[in-house]
């Protein structure tokens, strides 16, 4: 039962790019959420979806950033015009149905704006 | 300021030595959960504390909650070089809710 997925591990943008981080949650689990690590910070929320639904994008910025659960394939989070500040490990984590609250983390995507 | 704030920020400790590593929230908390992380990976579970007065153990880890004071302590006894990495607390702020936040976390170093 492989884990959470997430690709690519390493991502290398120059300012004003697309980034495109993509999560395969666990098999079965169907609610994923997003966090942001910065250099010497902790994790910050970013967004929490289900399938097709934006369930709380409160820690979204509300410009560039947006991300989607479709029906089919795994979950995408998008930057555009990526700036210096983006830099930054993002994690994926995903959660079964029932309710528990234990969340199972991706091991990264590193993105590094140059 | 954190709403969840974790002390120490780091901590070296020789090899075979105890620690405690602290998380204080100033909200209520709806669960708390431990995370470790190694450097370059992601978060891998530890423990989930949801009652006040609640302990666990996981081989040489062991946490606890304080409901009331709204802490919990992470202690590991007879430290390994393996114990060495990030810790992470994360809380519940909605009952039910399965979205985490988290402290900024304690950077472990072990000394052989």
């Known amino acids: 039962n492989a884990g959470v997925m997430q690709n690519p591990r390493h991502l290398v943008r120059r300012r004003g790019q697309e980034a495109r981080l993509r999560c395969s949650p666990m098999?079965?689990?169907?609610?994923v959420y997003w966090y942001r690590q910065l250099p010497e910070e902790g994790l910050k929320f970013m967004v929490y979806l289900q399938k097709e639904n934006i369930i709380d994008e409160s820690g979204m910025p509300k410009e560039r950033f947006s991300a989607e659960f479709p029906k089919e394939g795994p979950s995408i989070l998008r930057i555009q015009q990526v700036v210096r500040g983006d830099s930054a490990a993002y994690f994926c984590a995903s959660s079964p149905d029932s309710g528990a609250n234990v969340l199972t983390f991706g091991a990264g995507s590193r993105l590094t704006v140059l | 300021s954190q709403e969840l704030e974790q002390s120490p920020q780091s901590l070296i400790v020789q090899e075979g030595k105890n620690l405690t590593i602290n998380c204080t929230s100033s909200k209520t908390l709806y669960g708390l959960y431990w995370y470790k992380q190694k450097y370059g990976e992601g978060l891998i579970f530890l423990m989930m504390?949801?009652?006040?007065?609640e302990e666990k153990s996981h081989e040489k880890i062991t946490a606890k909650l304080d409901e009331k004071k709204q802490q919990s302590s992470l202690h590991i006894t007879a430290s390994q070089p393996s114990h060495a990495g990030i810790y992470l607390c994360?809380?519940?702020?909605?009952?039910?809710?399965?979205?985490?936040?988290f402290g900024q976390g304690t950077r472990l170093t072990i000394n052989p």
């Open positions: 098999k079965g689990h169907s609610h």
């Open positions: 994360g809380a519940a702020r909605i009952q039910g809710a399965q979205k985490l936040v």
């Open positions: 504390l949801q009652k006040g007065g």
